[in-house]
T-cell receptor, first 113, second 114 residues
Framework: GQQLNQSPQSMFIQEGEDVSMNCTSSSIFNTWLWYKQEPGEGPVLLIALYKAGELTSNGRLTAQFGITRKDSFLNISASIPSDVGIYFCAGHPRASSGSRLTFGEGTQLTVNP | EAGVAQSPRYKIIEKRQSVAFWCNPISGHATLYWYQQILGQGPKLLIQFQNNGVVDDSQLPKDRFSAERLKGVDSTLKIQPAKLEDSAVYLC????????????FGEGSRLTVL
């Protein structure tokens, strides 16, 4: 099955710093998504990308869908303590029956005030 | 708008016992998913329903896991008998459309098998 390689596994940063994380795959995806999970909660969708090359922002978050359709990155600018959590990338292969959303292993973000 | 509801939040059982988890999706969402999330890993799809029909259960260990969504609304996931390696958070999610990655997750049910 498809596998997503997410890096880095963990990040320890100071409040106010910018953060960048990425996700790569050996398979092509039609949709890339980024979720955030806080302790004791389910993942929450942050950004969805539907077109190769697409760059989308949501407040301090910016994500891009790679031109090759095999990668995506997420940037967080001017980090704040509430950005702490695990960030998951997810890829959806195609809009057809049986296509399954695949999650990466996550990037654990710690922000020191 | 009410979110995805799951219960129980926590369950501790001994191996070989059985357990059941319940999920009520967001109203109007036809697609319902059960994911297993082992500590330190991303969620892994166990089963996907479209209304009351199964779309994908290829990763469901059918010798011990079962799930149903009889009336096309709420769903139950059962494990019988449980093994130590079933210790995980079981996440239910729903979406409005079938072929979308835009999922709304519940808080999850944390299972510990001793």
């Amino acid at each position: 099955g498809q596998q997503l390689n997410q890096s880095p596994q963990s990040m320890f940063i100071q409040e106010g710093e910018d953060v960048s994380m990425n996700c790569t795959s050996s398979s092509i995806f039609n949709t890339w998504l980024w979720y955030k999970q806080e302790p004791g909660e389910g993942p929450v969708l942050l950004i969805a990308l539907y077109k190769a090359g697409e760059l989308t922002s949501n407040g301090r978050l910016t994500a891009q869908f790679g031109i090759t359709r095999k990668d995506s990155f997420l940037n967080i600018s001017a980090s704040i303590p509430s950005d702490v959590g695990i960030y998951f990338c997810a890829g959806h292969p195609r809009a057809s029956s049986g296509s399954r959303l695949t999650f990466g292993e996550g990037t654990q973000l710690t922000v020191n005030p | 708008e009410a979110g995805v509801a799951q219960s129980p939040r926590y369950k501790i059982i001994e191996k070989r016992q059985s357990v059941a988890f319940w999920c009520n999706p967001i109203s109007g969402h036809a697609t319902l998913y059960w994911y297993q999330q082992i500590l330190g890993q991303g969620p892994k799809l166990l089963i996907q329903f479209q209304n009351n029909g199964v779309v994908d259960d290829s990763q469901l260990p059918k010798d011990r896991f079962s799930a149903e969504r009889l009336k096309g609304v709420d769903s139950t996931l059962k494990i019988q008998p449980a093994k130590l390696e079933d210790s995980a958070v079981y996440l239910c999610a729903s979406s409005f459309a079938k072929h979308t990655g835009e999922l709304f997750f519940g808080e999850g049910s944390r299972l510990t098998v001793l």
